[in-house]
Structures are given as structure tokens and as C-alpha cells.
């Protein structure tokens, strides 16, 4: 695949797809375009610090690399504290038109795989079950979460570019991403284990989630690469039912769980089960009816400046079902996930405990 830029490289998402692209032979000439690239580094890949919202960055990266492939994992994270709708519209859907116009000025790029995320087809209060690429993405205002809107317009633009330029395109929609080196997911819930927050419960628990581990979607981000490059821009494309260029494809751990159960696991990885027993169910209503009050809290302390983190959204996001069919990704790109999710619940959490261990070494 040489040679490739990973953009967002030492994130979560990229570093997995940077570190199987070296350890399973894929590529050897590998540069990765980070604003933070003091995490997650690794021998013999070129790194450039540069801000996918500069044009000056983005320009002089792939003028210097001149890519082949291109794997774009670069996002502000929707729950960051500091991220805001201005935010998430420079990087998602400026930085994306910047990183296109880019790949127009130096010609070098046949394949382009885009992260995106299983939520563009949800507007993030309602059910959605086994929900399928077929389904039509969801845009303000419609769309109740800014930072999904500026995906889902990212992604147009992505699969708009598709056999222009003699590029193809690729996106593969994640649904709740966890592994090493993920700053969310395993954080907080190994926070809530430690806490003693994980025994816990809103609503009844029977609502399925489903999850994808950070190598299994890095594994679909490389499938989706190996692919493209066996394609011609200039050929006419392939039936529709077996064609992967311009498409989107949903990668999940193909095994739904119950909402509560994925946090438990979670806590007993980290040493401290949780037993039935020792569950603390929360009515779903009366929870609503803390979050109302937490919100209307916390604005009038602080004026209107800030937002409460406990929040009505909480009590939708704990009780709704979220399960996709990925039944397109294992027929067009030979998808499976590698990892099953109780192994990469353990693997995960080890990874961060050892991290954040060796951290504190560090700091003493």
C-alpha cells in the first residue's frame, strides 16, 4: 500500500490501523498526521504535527508524502468538554473538503477510506434495530446531535469524490468504539468501576447495544484499502450488489449485548464484579426527573455557560436499543470480527490500567 498517510493517526482508531498495517506486512512506509502526536507512537513511521483545520498543514502533508492510500480517522470526540458545533463543522466538514481539494493538487491518492459512524442514520432519541446502510441518513433538524449532522456531511462529500480524479472511496461506520487507546469508552467506565458507579442501573436492561472493538474496525478499514487498490477508477463498476467503491459499510462486534452488561464486564476486567445482587435499579422516569433538575442546576449557577453532564439525553442514550446488520460488510468486504467482545473488553482495560500505571511512574 506504500506509501500511506493515516490522518489521525495517534488516536484510538488510528494507531490500531498503523500498527496492523506494519505487523501483518501492508505497508512499511507509513506517516501519520496528528495534532497530538506525543501518544501512542511507534518506530519506523514518519510523524507530522499539523491541524487538519489548517489548509497550510494539510497541503504540505500530502505535498510531502504523496500517499497512495489514505485512511482519515480524525474527528473531535462528541463528548469532549471542549468540542462545539464550530468545532466539529472546521474539522469534520472543512477539514475533510480541505483533505479532498489536497488529493486533487497532488494526484498521487487511488484509495481513500473515510471513518464515519453508525449514527448518521440516527437521529439519536429513537430505537434502531438492525439498521442496515440502507437506511437514509439523518441531518439538522432532524438529526438532534451537531457533531452527527457534520458526519454525515463529511461523508457525502467522501463518497461524492468516489472515481473522481482516479480516487475511490470507502466509509466504514463504527458503533460505539472501544480498545487500547481509546479516550471514552474505556475510560469512563473503568472510572465508574473503580468509583464503585458500575453497580448502577437505569431502566430494565433489556435494550441490546452494539460495540466494535478498535481492531476489529482497524481490520475493516484495511479490507476496505486491499480492496480499492484492486480496483480501476477507469473500469466500469462492478454490480451493484458486490460493488465497495463509493459505498459505506456498518462494522460491529456482531454480537449485540444488554446496555448495563458491556460497563459490568468492564468492571469485573478491572477486578471488581459486580454481583446481581449489588445491582441498583434506577426507574428510567425518575432518573428523567434527577436530569431535569441537574440541568436547570447548573445553568442557572453558572448563567447559561455550562451544561450539566447529567442531562435528559443520558436517560434516552441508557434505555434505547442499538444493534446494526452488517450483513454488507461480510459479503463486500470479507469482514468477520476477529476479536469477540468479552476479549476485547479484557484486553482493553488491561492496556489502559498498565497505561495509566506507567504514567504515574513517570510523574513521580
Keep these: ?93 472543512t477539514g475533510t473538503q480541505t483533505m479532498l481539494e489536497a488529493i486533487r493538487a497532488v494526484q498521487s491518492v487511488h ?21 442496515t446502510e440502507d437506511w437514509p441518513k439523518c441531518y439538522l433538524p432532524e438529526q438532534t446531535e451537531y457533531y452527527t449532522h457534520t458526519k454525515a456531511v463529511a ?53 441490546l447495544f452494539d460495540y466494535t472493538y478498535l481492531g476489529n474496525a482497524a481490520h475493516a ?49 478491572v477486578g471488581r464484579p459486580i454481583s446481581p445482587k449489588d445491582i441498583r435499579v434506577v426507574p428510567s422516569w425518575l432518573f428523567y426527573i434527577f436530569a431535569v433538575f441537574a440541568e436547570w442546576g447548573v445553568w442557572m449557577v453558572s448563567l447559561g455557560q455550562r451544561e450539566s453532564h447529567l442531562n435528559r439525553k443520558m436517560v434516552r442514550y441508557f434505555s434505547m436499543t442499538r444493534t446494526f446488520d452488517i450483513t454488507k460488510a461480510k459479503e463486500r468486504l470479507g469482514y468477520r470480527p476477529r476479536i469477540g467482545t468479552e476479549d476485547a473488553i479484557k484486553k482493553s482495560v488491561e492496556h489502559f490500567l498498565a497505561t495509566r500505571e506507567e504514567e504515574g511512574k513517570k510523574e513521580l
Design 1 to 93: 500500500m506504500d506509501p500511506v498517510l493515516v490522518i489521525g493517526g495517534c488516536g484510538g482508531l488510528g494507531h490500531h490501523i498503523v500498527k496492523q498495517l506494519l505487523e501483518e506486512g501492508h505497508a512499511t512506509n507509513i506517516t501519520v498526521f496528528d495534532k497530538n502526536t506525543s501518544r501512542n507512537r511507534i518506530e519506523k513511521i514518519n510523524y507530522i504535527t499539523g491541524d487538519l483545520g489548517s489548509s497550510e498543514d494539510v497541503h504540505n502533508a500530502f505535498r510531502n508524502t504523496k500517499p497512495r492510500v489514505v485512511f482519515h480517522t480524525a474527528s473531535p470526540m462528541l463528548m469532549g468538554q471542549k468540542n462545539s458545533p464550530d468545532l466539529f463543522e472546521k474539522i469534520n466538514i
Design 111 to 131: 484509495a481513500l477510506i473515510y471513518t464515519g459512524t453508525s449514527s448518521v442514520v440516527h437521529n439519536n432519541l429513537t430505537d434502531i434495530v438492525n439498521a
Design 155 to 207: 461523508e457525502d462529500m467522501i463518497l461524492a469524490a468516489n472515481r473522481k480524479d482516479n480516487l475511490l472511496t470507502v466509509t466504514i461506520r463504527g458503533s460505539t468504539l472501544f480498545g487500547e487507546g481509546d479516550s471514552t469508552t474505556i475510560p469512563q467506565l473503568v472510572g465508574n468501576a473503580l468509583s464503585g458507579r458500575s453497580n448502577m442501573q437505569v431502566g430494565d436492561n433489556k435494550n
Design 221 to 269: 478499514h484495511i479490507l476496505a484499502a486491499s480492496i480499492l487498490l484492486k480496483t480501476s477508477p477507469s473500469s466500469p463498476p462492478p454490480p451493484a450488489d458486490q460493488r465497495v467503491d463509493g459505498e459505506a459499510f456498518v462494522v460491529t462486534n456482531d454480537s449485540p449485548w444488554p446496555f448495563w452488561n458491556f460497563g459490568r464486564a468492564v468492571s469485573a476486567a
